[in-house]
């Protein structure tokens, strides 16, 4: 496990006021990185850290040298966490940073965002036993849960391309449907469409193929949290998703926090 | 469609002897892309055309100035034609390119391949209906194709950081099988290693998310076909892939062509 240190002191307070706020969202003790650039600019995307309802442009710190998020993603757990480190203490009330860093703002309001990464492949796990129990119910009232679930984790792949982030419209997905009286399926727009608050975890460094990652070294391959949404079409799923699971059903959106 | 032209013709013959041999897997009439370099070089991949027994270097003719395959893939159909007909007119006999182009060569014997392009999304689709009955009678003896088979196109994501190229060794899965009888999963290396031989299409071009794609249009997006071996865990996918389909069964490993 991660080590606590002065980054975690719930006593740190930042020079960024709006972080001292009781309920921020970031606090100096939550600094999720994303990508974002000033709303209707234009411009390229850069790395950003949420602070309070501002962001800070992390390249303009000198912290770092790029504007991709998978350079990031492949540093060490050390490289990483020395990072945070230096964000951390520049933030920190009394900080020498603070006025260089100031020009390094944004406020939040003036902000849009992109998705934070390049998505190689995208894992969507079932480990939710109540929302396992709750969807299986949906499509098979006598057996919500497969004799399989409590042995083996049950996960398929996502479309990896279809990723969004949050905010961005999508069009409603069309499809086959059937009802279980209909002689044939039909085609037309979805009615029964759900989501699925889900967690999703940012895998950093990879491993060789072939080669197993210990439970004990896992949590150094992951880099980071976030909010997720899988967006379901529930009639059109119930009509494709024998023998190999969900397809169009899910392909048309899932959306990911910034 | 598109139109045949004189790349096509099949008299057309190569000033590369080798190619016009009966039974030639690569005569001037089939070109095909591929990564590869001096067996043992350690150098970078680089794009190269099949011709008889040889590679011929694409950026070393003038032709390309990338080694990143994708950048080809996202070419126009206008663009690619026009490169292709460019290597086939310099690879025929009598071209003025021959002496040039003779220097670009290496015997297929002396290179190795590797995955030809980055693989953003990989689609498996259970299209043979031979293959899914067959497949099927494996799962489900008493109802191998499911009432949705001959409606709505069936597929599933398959792992695309597993793509390797044909050759390229992988080691045997383990995991979880349960036998009918047994009152309990056991783990172990799978027993019932299987292939599947199947039909690769690389898409180049995509589309806006949310925008479709109409029938007559679908062939300017396809840039290449290759082989594909879908390695499956047949053990492993019988008690893993309900209700979401195969997973760790075909997760070690799937073989491309190179």
């Known amino acids: 496990m991660t080590t606590l240190d002065a980054t975690h002191d719930p006593k740190r307070r930042s020079w960024v006021e709006s972080a001292n706020a009781a309920g921020s969202d970031f606090p100096i003790q939550n600094l999720p990185f994303g990508r974002y650039r000033r709303a209707g600019s234009g ?17 303009a710190t000198g912290l770092i040298e790029t504007d991709d998020m998978n350079v990031l993603m492949a540093a060490t757990p050390a490289e990483r966490q020395a990072l945070r480190t230096k964000i951390s203490d520049g933030l920190a009330a009394g ?6 860093w100031e020009k390094a703002l944004l406020p939040q309001a003036q902000a849009e965002y992109t998705v934070p990464c390049r998505v190689g492949d995208y894992t969507d796990f079932y ?60 085609f037309g727009p979805a009615k029964r469409l759900d989501y699925e608050l889900e967690l999703g975890f940012y895998i950093g460094q990879g491993n060789a193929l072939g080669s197993a990652i210990g439970i004990d070294d896992a949590e150094a391959h992951l880099f980071g949290v976030g909010l997720f949404n899988d967006w379901s079409a529930r009639d059109l799923q119930a009509w494709e998703y024998q023998p190999l699971g969900p397809f169009l059903a899910k392909n048309f959106a899932s959306t990911v926090s910034p």
Request: net charge positive; aromatic share 8%; charged share 20%.
């Open 95 to 100: 900080s020498p940073q603070q006025a260089a």
């Open 43 to 59: 411009e390229a995307f850069r790395i950003g850290v949420a602070i309070g309802d501002q962001v800070l442009d992390l390249r």
């Open 127 to 186: 480990t939710g036993i109540h929302h396992a129990t709750t969807i299986g119910k949906l499509f098979r009232p006598d057996q919500p849960l497969m004799p399989n679930y409590k042995w083996v984790p049950i996960g398929y792949h996502g479309r990896a391309s279809s990723i969004i982030v949050s905010g961005q419209p999508f069009k409603r997905p069309q499809g086959q449907t059937k009802a279980p009286d209909a002689a044939e399926p039909s």
